[in-house]
Nanobody, 119 residues
Framework: QLQLVESGGGLVQPGGSLRLSCAAS????????IGWFRQAPGKERTGVSC?????????FYADFVEGRFTTSRDNVKNTVYLQMNSLKPEDTAVYYC???????????WGQGTQVTVSS
């Protein structure tokens, strides 16, 4: 069974950092393109970043990232990371990771991990 589990969220002050993890099971983490998404209260889920699959390493970021976040992948640990620096209150959201199916669409959504940026 293909599964991704997010972790690493928490409460952080503005300007702080967090590293989120997305642990894959049931498939090699570099096989599918994997995206990070977030959903703030009362808003729709939106994409944050995406790392290419098929062993590639192309990474795309949403404009609002503004160079503050870095996505990386560890094939040994079968995990994708989202390093978030210079966090702002508007980054507060539940963060999810998901894989992009080869025929289109994404896999099932997990529970996500809550990130709260507040003083």
């Amino acid at each position: 069974q293909l599964q991704l589990v997010e972790s690493g969220g928490g409460l952080v002050q503005p300007g702080g950092s967090l590293r989120l993890s997305c642990a894959a099971s049931g498939f090699p983490v570099d096989y599918y393109a994997i995206g990070w998404f977030r959903q703030a209260p009362g808003k729709e889920r939106t994409g944050v970043s995406c790392i290419s699959g098929r062993g590639g390493s192309t990474i795309f970021y949403a404009d609002f990232v503004e160079g503050r976040f870095t996505t990386s992948r560890d094939n040994v640990k079968n995990t994708v990371y989202l390093q978030m620096n210079s966090l702002k209150p508007e980054d507060t959201a539940v963060y999810y990771c998901n894989y992009f199916l080869n025929g289109g669409g994404v896999g099932s959504w997990g529970q996500g991990t809550q990130v709260t940026v507040s003083s």
